[in-house]
C-alpha cells in the first residue's frame, strides 16, 4: 500500500488547503473471499452486514445499539472500505492508517494495551511514550456482529496533514473482535460525518479544525480514484482543489444533520424513471466514504439486479457475465434535477480469485424504518468516485462535480 505523503498547498496569501493522500487496496470482503472464507464470515454475521451502520437516521431502529453498563457508539460496517489515509496521534508522533469515513463521527485507533488477536496486526497507540497524552476516563464500544469493540477515552495532539488539532479525544480500542478487523488495511476511523453521531466520544475531528481555526472555511472534499491499487485520490480540508472538477458544483442541503443526508429526485435506468419519483418527497441518500457500494431498499434493489442481470448467490451478493459489462444498462441517480449516469463498468466490482475475473453488482439492499423523509439510498465509493464531493458545514450543504480528469 502507498505510503501517504502530506502536502500543504496555499493558494495566494488567503486559502490554506490541508491536503492528505489517500491509499486504495482491497477490501475485507475481497480478502476474506480470496482465503475462502468469506462465506463463513456472512454466514454467522450477517444481521451486522450492511444495516446498523445507518441505524441513527431513525430513531426507532436505535434500542438495540445500546451496550449494557457501557457507552454505546454507532456500529459501522467497513467490509467493503478501500480508501485510506494517514493520522499521526501524540508527541512525539505515532503514526495510523485510518479510514477518513463521512459515515460516522468519531476516531479511534487499537490500544498499545489491547488482547485481541486483530490488533496483532495493525499500529497501536503507546500512550504512555507520549508527553501529550491525557486519560480521559470514561470507556466506550461499539457492537459488531462479532462482538464488541471495546476501548478506553483520551485526549491527545492530533496530527492530519500540515495540521496539528489539540487536545482531541479519541477512543483507544482494548479489545477488537474478529477475523475482519484481523484482515483490515486500516488500523482505525477518522469520522467526518455531524457531531449529532459523536455523543460518546467527544467533538468530531473536522469541528475541533474549525473551532481550532485550523481551517480558512468550513468546508472538505473528496477526490477518489475510481479503480487501480496504490494511490486512491485525495481528502481535502480548508475548500476544494478547483483543478480536478468541471464547475458548476451542483449543491443540495443537508436534509436531517447526522450523515451526509440529502434528498435525491430519481433513480433512472436507461434513462427511464425507475425508483424514488413516486414518493412525495423522492429519497433520501447518504454520502458514504466508508463503503464502495450503493445500497437501496431491498425491493427497488431486487428489481434493479433483475434489470441489469445479476444473480443471487448464498451470501447476498449478485453476480455478472464480465463478458456482458459493455452492454449493461446506465443507472442514474437524479440530485437537484441534475443527473449522474453509473455505466455498467462503473458499477461493476471487479474481482481476481484462483486467475479467474469474477464480477459483482455494486449495488446492495438496506431496508430502514420508513422516515417522513422517504426511502433511503446509500452512495459509496461506487457513486463518489466518478464525482467530486464536498461536504460545507458552514451552509450545510453537500456538492457534486464532473471530475476534470
Known amino acids: 500500500m502507498r505510503t501517504s505523503l502530506i502536502l500543504l498547498t496555499c493558494l495566494g496569501f488567503v486559502q490554506c488547503l490541508i491536503r492528505v493522500p489517500l491509499s486504495r487496496a482491497p477490501s475485507v470482503r475481497s480478502k476474506l473471499r480470496a482465503a475462502e472464507q468469506l462465506q463463513e464470515f456472512m454466514r454467522e454475521h450477517e444481521p451486522d452486514a450492511f444495516l446498523r451502520r445507518y441505524a441513527q437516521c431513525f430513531p426507532p431502529a436505535r434500542d438495540y445499539l445500546q451496550l449494557r453498563g457501557k457507552s454505546a457508539e454507532r456500529l459501522y460496517n467497513f467490509m467493503d472500505a478501500q480508501f485510506f489515509g494517514e493520522i499521526s496521534l501524540g508527541n512525539p508522533r505515532q503514526n ?41 476516563g470514561r470507556v466506550f464500544g461499539i457492537h459488531y456482529g462479532s462482538g464488541h469493540l471495546l476501548g478506553v477515552m483520551a485526549r491527545e495532539q492530533l496530527k492530519v496533514g500540515s495540521v496539528t488539532v489539540q487536545n482531541q479525544v479519541f477512543g483507544e480500542g482494548v479489545y477488537e473482535p474478529g477475523f475482519a478487523f484481523l484482515m483490515a488495511q486500516f488500523d482505525g476511523v477518522l469520522g467526518l460525518g455531524y457531531p ?47 483543478t480536478l472538477f468541471v464547475p458548476p458544483v451542483n449543491w443540495v442541503p443537508v436534509s436531517q444533520k447526522g450523515y451526509w443526508q440529502f434528498r435525491i429526485d ?3 435506468v436507461q434513462g427511464a424513471l425507475g425508483f424514488c419519483h413516486r414518493t412525495p418527497h423522492g429519497c433520501q441518500a447518504i454520502a458514504d466514504t466508508g463503503t464502495s457500494l450503493i445500497a437501496g ?41 441534475v443527473e449522474y449516469s453509473l455505466t455498467g463498468d462503473q458499477y461493476v466490482r471487479r474481482e481476481i480469485l484462483n486467475n479467474k475475473e469474477i464480477c459483482f453488482s455494486g449495488f446492495q439492499s438496506i431496508d430502514m424504518p420508513m422516515s417522513p423523509y422517504g426511502p433511503l439510498w446509500i452512495l459509496g465509493d461506487v457513486f463518489l468516485s466518478q464525482v467530486y464531493s464536498i461536504y460545507d458545514r458552514g451552509h450545510d450543504r453537500v456538492g457534486f462535480a464532473h471530475l476534470s480528469l
Open 266 to 268: 430519481g433513480v433512472k
Open 196 to 242: 449529532q453521531l459523536a455523543e460518546e466520544l467527544g467533538l468530531p475531528v473536522f469541528d475541533n479544525m474549525i473551532s481550532q481555526k485550523s481551517v480558512d472555511e468550513p468546508v472538505f472534499s473528496f477526490y477518489l480514484k475510481s479503480n487501480g491499487s496504490g494511490f486512491g485520490g485525495e481528502v481535502l480540508f480548508g475548500g476544494v482543489d478547483e
Open 297 to 337: 431498499p431491498s425491493k427497488d434493489i431486487l428489481i434493479l439486479q433483475q434489470f441489469i442481470g445479476a444473480t443471487p448467490t448464498a451470501i447476498g451478493e449478485y453476480l455478472l457475465d464480465c463478458t456482458r459489462i459493455s452492454s449493461l444498462p446506465v443507472v442514474s441517480f437524479l440530485i437537484n434535477q
Open 96 to 136: 495510523f492508517t485510518v479510514i477518513f469515513d463521512t459515515g460516522s463521527s468519531d476516531l479511534w485507533v487499537p490500544s498499545s494495551y489491547c488482547v485481541s488477536q486483530a490488533c496483532v496486526m495493525h499500529h497501536k497507540f503507546k500512550a504512555f511514550e507520549s508527553s501529550t497524552y491525557t486519560h480521559d
